[in-house]
Structures are given as C-alpha cells and as structure tokens.
C-alpha cells in the first residue's frame, strides 16, 4: 500500500488550498487516515484524521475550524480543505494512515506515510 499527496502551493494569507492523498491497496477502507504537518526546526504536529467510514473527524486545536477532512472509500482518496490560511500554516504536510479504529493524534500510531507535499502561506 502506498500514499500519494498533493495539492500543496505557494498561497496568500487568507487563501484556500485543498490536499489530496490517494491510496493504494484494499486497506484504505479500513484504516484511520490524518493529515500531520511539519515546520522546519520542529515537530510533526497532529493537523486532522477521520475514521475509516469517514463518519468521525477530529482537529488539531490550531486548524481546527479552518479546516476540513473528507475522504471517499470508492476513490481511495482523502482529501484536506484549508480554508482561511495562516503564515503560520507553512509547512510541509504528510498524509498518514493508521489501523486503529480509535480516536489517533499521534504520529506514533500511523504506520504508512506518503511523501509530503509543501504548503507555503505568504503574508
């Protein structure tokens, strides 16, 4: 199984961006899927995930409200609305899958990682 994202750029503050990640293999209907960023010098840090019916989505405490996680089991794909972006947005974002069918904001528990895909918010 492997992930794919995209949709990263370079956007002005207030902007919109919407990431996409694609999975292969049949486990994507399965798993948890989240999204983690990373700003350079510092952690990942938990951005959103949604079950695996995509029924139940939680945030991180600075998106949240801002932004919006959707996913579509038939198309593989889970997708991350960015509205009203912040400078302090900028990072590079991953994509992430986990099998636990519990609430995860950890990057501990994701096992698969997609490569990450640069979001740049200019001021």
């Known amino acids: 199984v492997q992930l794919q994202a995209s949709g990263g750029g370079l956007v002005q503050a207030g902007g919109s961006l919407r990431l996409s990640c694609t999975a292969s293999?049949?486990?994507?209907?399965?798993?948890?899927m989240g999204w983690f960023r990373q700003a350079p010098g510092k952690e990942h840090e938990f951005v959103a995930a949604?079950?695996?019916?995509?029924?139940?989505?939680y945030y991180g405490d600075s998106v949240s409200g801002r932004f919006t996680i959707s996913k579509d089991n038939a198309k593989n794909t889970v997708w991350l609305q960015m509205n009203s972006l912040k400078p302090e947005d900028t990072a590079v974002y991953y994509c992430?899958?986990?099998?636990?069918?519990?609430?995860?904001?950890?990057?501990?528990?994701?096992?698969?990682w997609g490569q990450g895909t640069q979001v740049t918010v200019s001021s």
């Open positions: 992430a899958a986990s099998k636990s069918p519990w609430r995860t904001v950890s990057s501990g528990g994701y096992n698969l």
């Open positions: 293999g049949r486990t994507f209907s399965t798993a948890t």
């Open positions: 949604i079950n695996w019916s995509g029924g139940y989505a």
